[in-house]
């Protein structure tokens, strides 16, 4: 996806705003505070109807304000499109090409989006949850039915959870099977998914990080030397005790190491957004490959704790990947080694104004 303009009111800190950003990288500047981030929350609010910043949407709405909305007029492939999201109390409505979205899933398939900000670091850090859904999300764009199975396996996870929290293992065990069934395509997806990341990603690791043997493994959830089926009811009684299932997709994780050794014990947080990075970019090209549209890629801060020296390896990465960029800084200075031209906007106390 290409967005061609950009459009709202109402939103966060900006006044009524408007953008053209080009198809490369864009980058927007200005002071803390200013509303830099708040660009980029209105791209991702337009492309998956929520916020990355908070988890309730009624956050995006201004102060004072009524509502909020957010327009884009963009291209995937060669047919233009135009999108709203709509966001008020209670209620968020979102449209495509003046007719209204009833799904979710299907408005996220249009937008392939990404974020690299000062959460990155969560990726290493904060454990398994954080990389399920980075991996959820790549297979989700390029394995057409996975959004089927993840919604089967979680339908039948929370009907069997219910079961064994009320004590009852015969109805626990009419849901294992449905549990199993779906565990095991979503974990088909994961695994070919990963390997093809940790193809796409070897070169990044080897050209910023030579000195760390970094390296990605993919871990399903439950032993493979057994079915999953059998698992449940071998466990079956401890579930009941714990009050949900012990293993299965809900558990797997995608671990990012150093030497063999988890990455947050031997990298730096600088080398640490870099790894996240690497991983990003890999993704967006197995998103681009796979799908035939473009990702957009929104990196806040990005000369945060980064030197010259990899800042100009990391932004001729993000010209030479197939995304469309957003990029946010206080100084533009900072952003250097380009072998094209940005186009550049400027914000000051909310107002965003593009310059020349």
Same mark, same amino acid.
């Given at each position: 996806?290409e967005?061609?303009?950009l ?10 705003f ?34 990355f ?5 009624? $956050? ?10 957010? %327009? ?8 233009? /499109? ?24 299907e408005?996220a ?24 859904? %980075? ?8 394995? /057409? ?8 396996f ?45 193809q ?11 000195e ?10 439950w ?8 698992l %449940? ?18 558990r ?12 947050? /014990? ?6 640490? $957004? ?15 490959e796979?799908?035939?549209?473009e ?16 800042r $100009? ?22 952003i250097?080694?380009l ?18």
């Amino acid at each position: 996806m290409e967005l061609q303009e950009l459009r709202g009111e109402g939103f966060r800190n900006l006044s009524v705003f408007s953008l053209n950003p080009g198809s490369g990288i864009n980058v927007i500047y200005g002071d803390n505070g200013a509303g830099k981030t708040s660009v980029l929350e209105a791209v991702y609010f337009l492309a998956r109807a929520k916020s990355f910043r908070a988890p309730r949407s009624e $956050k995006v709405i201004q102060r004072g304000a009524p509502r909020c909305w957010v %327009f884009g007029r963009g291209e995937r492939g060669s047919v233009a /499109h135009r999108f709203g999201v709509q966001r008020e109390p209670g209620r968020t409505r979102v449209r495509l090409n003046g007719e209204d979205v009833r799904s979710l899933s299907e408005w996220a398939a249009f937008w392939p989006v990404e974020v690299i900000n000062s959460e990155a670091q969560r990726f290493v850090v904060d454990g398994p949850a954080v990389r399920r859904s %980075f991996l959820n999300w790549g297979v989700f764009h390029v394995e /057409h039915q996975y959004g089927y199975h993840w919604q089967r396996f979680r339908r039948a996870l929370q009907q069997c959870n219910g079961a064994l929290r009320s004590g009852d293992p015969r109805l626990a065990a009419s849901w294992e099977g449905p549990v199993a069934d779906a565990a095991e395509a979503l974990d088909r997806g994961r695994e070919a998914f990963s390997a093809r990341l940790e193809q796409a990603v070897v070169g990044y690791f080897a050209r910023w990080l030579p000195e760390h043997d970094v390296s990605i493994r993919y871990r399903r959830g439950w032993r493979r030397d057994g079915s999953l089926l059998e698992l %449940f009811r071998q466990s079956r009684d401890q579930a009941i005790r714990m009050g949900h299932l012990l293993q299965g997709p809900q558990r797997a994780d995608l671990q990012l190491l150093s030497g063999g050794e988890e990455a947050q /014990h031997r990298l730096s947080r600088g080398q640490q $957004k870099v790894a996240v990075m690497a991983l990003t970019l890999a993704k967006a090209q197995l998103i681009a490959e796979a799908s035939g549209t473009e990702p957009i890629l929104l990196v806040d801060d990005l000369p945060a704790e980064l030197d010259e020296v990899r800042r $100009k390896d990391v932004l001729g990465a993000l010209e030479q990947v197939d995304a469309q960029v957003f990029v946010t800084c206080i100084e533009p200075q900072t952003i250097v080694g380009l072998d094209g031209t940005p186009t550049w906007f400027h914000v000051e106390h909310g107002r965003l104004a593009t310059m020349v």
